[in-house]
């Protein structure tokens, strides 16, 4: 027997996918149209879950046999009980551009990721601030000391608050949109205006769960805002910075995705493969030399500002790109320099 939750917010920490049924879906079965959707699953699986109250549509209970409409919202529970993470301390060098008893300032490498989570439960800044801070935590839905994160392959500063009150007083300042959030990116592409803002709200992917993309469905997705400037421009790539008005999984990657500009180097977002300039041989190489340099989205978060939970002062942290990111950028400069690009 299945228990009833009255409150759809008592779900939420379960959910780990929903789609918004696009307008032109046509009635499907609910079983056959998310194994159609859904890698690696079986229609026998869904099934399962359906009849164990883990697939709900429009926050109700459904049958295998219902049909999906155009609007509707369908949320995934977690197929398993959600696990409680064990948060192991482990010796693991982190770069602390700034500490006091408030606050953490750590300069992220790229390739490490942030929190703990399936395949990814050591090795993790988790992990290393455990054993930095000297404490073994167990967590259930939520991320110890870390009120923001980035992404695994982009690399720059995080905050990390030391203490309960800390969390709060910066978790408010995210959610009212009022920390300063400054990026620098490699993009492809040269721009036709020199700055400019992108509103575009941001769903998942139906294609692929671990890709988003801009919608224009209204009432889909998260509000999302990015605001760039181009620093400089290479002709076929451009250096821009970027300053997050709201922050969205993957948002600057998506939205530069949106506009023709993808990150250079970005694998999930197309930008792993030329895209710009003439391909003759040496170009060529010059471009495979720059992704083995940095096989990742060249993505760095740069600067952090915010009002201090301790001293209740705006403060502002700055960071140097790293090796992989300021060596891929002198090659494209030096390049730009030495020979004369036509735009295509």
């Not at 149209?33 to 164990?52: C, G, M, P, W, Y």
């Not at 492809?188 to 993309?213: A, H, L, P, V, Y």
């Not at 992989?324 to 030096?334: A, G, H, M, P, T």
């Amino acid at each position: 027997m299945i228990e009833e939750i009255i409150n759809p917010e008592d779900r939420k920490p379960f959910v780990i996918q929903e789609f918004i049924v696009d307008k032109g879906q046509t009635p499907l079965r609910v079983d056959k149209f998310l194994t159609e959707r859904i890698e690696n699953i079986t229609r026998s699986k869904i099934q399962r879950a359906i009849d164990e109250g883990k697939i709900w549509i429009n926050d109700k209970y459904i049958k295998s046999n219902t049909k999906v409409q155009p609007g509707d919202k369908i949320e995934i529970l977690s197929f398993e009980e959600p696990k409680i993470y064990e948060i192991i301390p482990e010796d693991i060098p982190i770069d602390i551009a700034y500490e006091d008893d408030q606050i953490l300032i750590v300069n992220k490498k790229p390739g490490m990721t942030v929190h703990p989570g399936v395949g990814n439960f050591s090795g993790t800044l988790s992990n290393a601030l455990a054993f930095y801070l000297k404490n073994e935590i167990k967590v259930k839905n939520r991320h110890p000391y870390l009120v923001h994160r980035i992404d695994k392959d982009t690399s720059g500063l995080l905050v990390v608050a030391k203490n309960d009150n800390a969390t709060r007083f910066l978790m408010e300042q995210f959610r009212a949109h009022t920390i300063i959030r400054k990026y620098i990116a490699l993009t492809w592409g040269s721009f036709d205006q020199t700055e400019g803002t992108i509103i575009g709200n941001i769903t998942r992917s139906t294609q692929n769960r671990k890709r988003f993309r801009v919608t224009n469905e209204e009432g889909v997705g998260k509000y999302a805002v990015t605001h760039y400037k181009v620093l400089e421009d290479f002709t076929y790539t451009s250096l821009i910075e970027c300053q997050l008005e709201t922050g969205r999984t993957h948002q600057i990657r998506v939205h530069m995705k949106y506009i023709g500009h993808p990150l250079f180097a970005d694998e999930t977002y197309g930008g792993d493969k030329i895209l710009k300039g003439v391909l003759f041989s040496k170009y060529k190489q010059f471009v495979d030399n720059c992704f083995s340099i940095m096989p990742r989205q060249a993505l760095h978060a740069k600067t952090l500002g915010f009002i201090h939970p301790g001293t209740r002062k705006e403060v502002f942290f700055d960071s140097e790109l790293p090796d992989d990111f300021s060596s891929v950028l002198e090659k494209w400069r030096n390049a730009h320099n030495a020979y004369t690009f036509d735009k295509d």
